[in-house]
């Protein structure tokens, strides 16, 4: 069988319940207030972003490792049978997009 309690016994326990839900409901209180949610909201986002630029700057640098593997020796040294053919296609373009754009002027 439980022991009987006293009513100051009771008493306490009403005090001590109460409390706890007094911090209770002050934790419900500050978690629901529009700052702490936008708050919350604003750190997702600033982690997602951030998360998402890091995977960008990995991934542009990958390409650019690429492509400097691709135009240079291990030593350093560029490649001039791919910089070369690249270097004239590459000034092509540009003298077709200036030609181009001198005949819409005109």
């Keep these: 069988m439980s022991e009987a309690r006293t009513p100051a016994q009771i008493e306490a326990d009403i005090v001590r319940r109460r ?3 007094a911090v209770t409901l002050d934790e419900i209180g500050i978690r629901m207030h529009p700052k702490t949610i936008i708050g919350d909201a ?23 490792s690429d ?3 691709r135009f ?5 040294a ?12 590459a000034l092509a ?14």
């Design 67 to 69: 492509v400097k593997a």
């Design 93 to 106: 373009v540009v003298g077709l997009i200036v030609s181009s754009s001198r005949r819409h002027k005109a």
């Design 42 to 64: 604003k750190a997702r986002v600033a982690s997602t972003v951030d998360q998402t630029a890091g995977r960008a700057f990995v991934a542009v640098n990958r390409v650019v």
């Design 72 to 76: 240079t020796h291990e030593d350093g």
């Design 19 to 21: 409390e706890q839900l």
């Design 78 to 89: 560029p490649r001039l049978e791919r910089v070369v053919p690249a270097a004239v296609v």
